[in-house]
């Protein structure tokens, strides 16, 4: 399966992505190859928006972006394809985490970065960890 740069230019950074199209052809060609294909097809499925209306704490965290101290978890993303809205739980600077709606153009623009290593998990676990 092709990966589709073009969706992900809504996800990541100009210098995120242009990090990763380079490390394409680098020596960890094919980490980098891996985890676009990853990345592209987690955000080809994740949920749109209203999808998990009424799970809770066991609604699915896909997306994890953060900036300094600040942290934006995407359970669900708006059907349009420029992106123009997600949900999920902003956790600002040790501040209460809320849940609300977020722009990933927004976030990107001011510097936020897609964590690469972030694996989906349940909202829940995402509040025990703000938490602790």
């Known amino acids: 399966m092709a990966i589709n740069l073009n969706a992900l230019r809504n996800f990541l950074s100009f210098g995120q992505l242009t990090a990763m199209r380079l ?9 980098f190859r891996d985890k676009l294909t990853e990345i592209d097809a987690r955000i080809r499925d994740m949920p749109r928006i209203y999808a998990q209306d009424g799970k809770g704490d066991a609604a699915i965290v896909y997306l994890h972006y953060f900036l300094g101290g600040h942290d934006w978890y995407i359970t669900e993303r708006d059907t349009s394809p420029e992106q123009y809205q997600a949900f999920g739980l902003a956790s600002l600077n040790g501040y209460s985490p809320e849940l609300g709606y977020i722009s990933i153009s927004e976030l990107i623009a001011h510097g936020a970065e897609l964590d690469l290593h972030f694996q989906p998990c349940e ?4 509040r025990t960890r703000q938490a602790a």
Not at 123 to 126: A, H, K, R, S, T
């Open 23 to 31: 490390g394409l052809n680098g020596e960890e060609s094919a980490y």
């Open 123 to 126: 909202l829940g676990n995402i």
